[in-house]
Structure formats: structure tokens, C-alpha cells
């Protein structure tokens, strides 16, 4: 069962006066099963952020469609997009995103604060996650009291706490130290193992080798793919560097 479609999507920015134009997406179509774990890898200016943008409903493509579990997202009205967003997917950034003022159990508790659930209910969510996720002890504290490992694990919560239907990763290793992106990603694992769908954009080898898929994007189209299967993640992240350094050195498509 699919739950995310991506059918022919094309971008084209057009500059303020119409002079110029930047095609950012070139026909990228794929899908991803519910419960699958993809990483989506490409050099910088290759697409894979206008492309995470456009699945976040952040952004809309000049054509194609998205589809969220059969709905097509590009066809949401601007004012229902927020609430869409809340209901239907949870973000993981590479700076966090949380708020210096609120504990850690207030950025939690945001998306449903926003969703007008009761602190009960919220806090009915929040604790098997928090147990979980190893942050049960610092909900108390503020982000500025704890370290980047554990301001990723309350990211990590807040994305989990609405139960989406997928989680959109954005270089989330991109500001962890080794120990901190080893928790991480065996975290991402544990959570994918109980069902959760997860899509991650990567720069980071060692991140896209604990995926089962890797999609690799180049000129703004996906290039290839490569199924993890029975591999170890040591062998998945050495086809993941030999598929990059194909791509750096002007190797043919082979999608």
C-alpha cells in the first residue's frame, strides 16, 4: 500500500520580473509503502530541497501531483494547508526548531496545543513517547539546559506526538556529534520498526545506510535507487558511496 505518490512532479521558479527561469524539478515521480524508511540523497542545487518542500505542502509544484494517502496535497486550499500539515505530518529538523521560552514538554505539546487538544489528552500522548524516546527526565527543562542529542529526541517527540502519517526528516543528523547521530539513527530504526513511515533528506552516508531505500537525486530527477534488502548498513553505505561518486563523475542514469 502506497502512502506517498509522487507523480510527475515539475518546479520551475520564475524570476521576479519573468526574465529567467530555474527548473528546480524535472518529471520526479516515485512512491513510498506505508511503514517504509527512505533516504533522499543528492549534491547541493540537485533538487531534493524544493522536492521536500513540495511534500511538506510548503511549497507547490508548477505541475504533477502529490498524493498523502490517495489525497493530493497540491489541490489543498491555502487556508486548510496548516492544519493538513498538523494532522498528517511530522517534521524533524536539522536546527531543532524549538523554542528557547517553552520547556521541552511545551515544544511537545505545540502541535496539539494548536489542534485545541486538553493538557489530559496531550499528556496522555506525550508520556509513552517521552518513556520511548529516553527524555522522560528533561520534559522540565528548557533547550538551552540540554544537549543537542536530546533537543533532537524532543524533536523527534514533537513529530511523533500527533501521529502523522509520515515523519519528513531534514538533515537531522546535520548538527549532531557522532554519539548524538548514533542514538539517532538507531532511534529512527526502533520508530520505523513500530510502523512509522519516515523520509529523510541526507547528505550524510552513514544516515542513508540505516534506510531501507535510497533515492538519489540529480538535476533535479531521481537518478537511481537502491534497496537495502538483507544488507548490512555497512555494505548499504558502501553502494551509497559508490553511487555518489558515479553521479560526481558524470556517470550515466540509471533510475
Request: charged share 20%; glycine share 8%.
Amino acid at each position: 500500500m502506497f502512502i506517498l505518490e509522487v507523480k510527475n512532479v515539475k518546479k520551475v521558479y520564475t524570476s521576479r520580473f519573468g526574465g529567467n527561469q530555474v527548473q528546480a524539478l524535472s518529471d520526479v515521480t516515485f512512491s513510498v509503502e506505508k511503514g517504509e524508511y527512505v533516504a533522499i540523497m543528492g549534491e547541493s542545487g540537485s533538487g531534493k530541497t524544493t522536492l521536500l518542500n513540495t511534500l511538506a505542502a510548503l511549497d507547490k509544484p508548477t505541475s504533477g501531483e502529490v498524493l498523502l494517502n490517495g489525497q493530493n496535497i497540491v489541490s489543498i486550499k491555502e487556508k486548510e494547508i496548516s492544519m493538513f500539515r498538523r494532522e498528517n505530518l511530522g517534521f524533524v529538523f536539522q536546527d531543532f526548531n524549538l523554542l528557547d521560552t517553552f520547556s521541552l514538554q511545551d515544544n511537545i505539546f505545540l502541535p496539539l496545543v494548536l489542534s485545541g487538544k486538553s493538557y489530559e489528552e496531550m499528556n496522555s500522548h506525550l508520556q509513552p513517547i517521552a518513556k520511548k524516546l529516553g527524555i522522560s527526565d528533561i520534559l522540565p527543562k528548557f533547550p538551552y539546559e540540554v544537549s543537542g542529542g536530546q533537543k533532537q529526541r524532543a524533536a523527534v517527540a514533537r513529530a511523533l506526538i500527533t501521529n502523522p502519517q509520515l515523519i519528513l526528516a531534514d538533515e537531522p543528523t546535520g548538527a549532531l556529534d557522532s554519539h548524538s547521530t548514533e542514538e539517532l539513527l538507531r532511534l529512527f530504526t526502533t520508530i520505523n520498526q513500530g510502523g512509522q513511515t519516515l523520509l529523510m533528506v541526507t547528505h550524510s552516508t552513514k544516515a542513508a545506510s540505516h534506510a531501507s531505500r535510497v533515492l538519489f537525486i540529480k538535476d533535479g530527477a531521481v537518478f537511481h535507487q537502491l534497496y537495502k534488502g538483507s544488507m548490512s548498513n555497512e555494505e548499504m553505505y558502501q553502494l551509497i558511496s559508490d553511487t555518489l561518486n558515479i553521479m560526481a563523475t558524470g556517470g550515466a542514469r540509471n533510475a
